[in-house]
């Protein structure tokens, strides 16, 4: 099936996308993490959205998602690892599963910052964000894996049965892990990576740890590294004209990835601009194709 559109984001922005996609008939689907991972859904009280006053951001989010699924939204929780534009089709790689769209909305959240000193410049060169794609090569040898959030133990876990060892460093509070006997806990703040060719040191705040490797595991993709091409502001915000186009056709971006202020009001307005003009987009590519 190829989906008239893919959101990747499940906050105010890409919500609001996808129900304004569905009320204009077009098959959407949804990619989100878990509702805790959004931004909104630790705010203790949401007063500035126009008759939702008093209500904490974890029920304003709910509202949102019991309002897409009335609307038969389909929301698939899996993170998106990267995604690519060939034709008139996008290609989306959620968790190695592909998924089939016309165009896609970027609804991500504020821009991620690059976490390690020279991580951008040794991305595919000993840094990686996705274990089940690189973890291969990276046989027998030893790897840190940095993890936003619980969810990266199971990456670090897959991991410990290819590498000889695996240093994990949590960047979230936790009493006890379970894991293989290859596996360290490393409880000290990451800071670079260095090397020639290749990664072979990542530097903490208080020991250096030769490795090979560097999994960067984050709930969200920065996005820069989700698809190439994308052009972004002087301040690190995706770049969009006033339909919430990127420079990439058929890619839209919405909410905080695109600009302060990190408001809901905002994030669900442009939301509904990127839903209206990606629905735009696809009637004409159909058109053309006929």
Known sequence: MIYDCAVIGAGPAGLSAAINLAQTNRSVVVFATKQEDSSIYRAPEVNNYLGFHGVTGKELLQSFYDHAKKMGIEIIYKKVINFYKSGD?????????????????????????????????????????????DGMLYRGRDIAVIGESEEAEEEAEYLSELAQKVYYIPLYKKNKFHFKDNVEIVLARPKG?????????????DRILNVDGVFIIRKTMPADQ????????????????????????????????????????KAVGEGQIAGLSASTYVKMVKEKQK
Do not use: W
Not at 236 to 262: C, N, W
């Open 193 to 205: 990576v260095y090397g020639e060719d290749f990664v072979n040191a990542l530097e903490l705040e």
């Open 226 to 265: 989700l698809i190439y091409g994308l052009e972004f502001t002087e301040d690190g915000h995706i770049k969009v004209d006033s339909k919430m186009q990127t420079s990439i056709e058929g890619l839209f971006a919405a909410g905080d990835v695109v600009g302060r202020p990190y408001q809901v009001a």
């Open 89 to 133: 089709i996008f290609t989306i790689n959620a968790n190695n599963e592909f998924f089939e769209a016309y165009s896609v909305i970027l609804a991500i959240g504020t821009p991620k910052k690059t976490l390690l000193e020279n991580e951008s410049e040794f991305v595919g060169r000993g840094i990686s964000y996705c274990a089940v794609c």
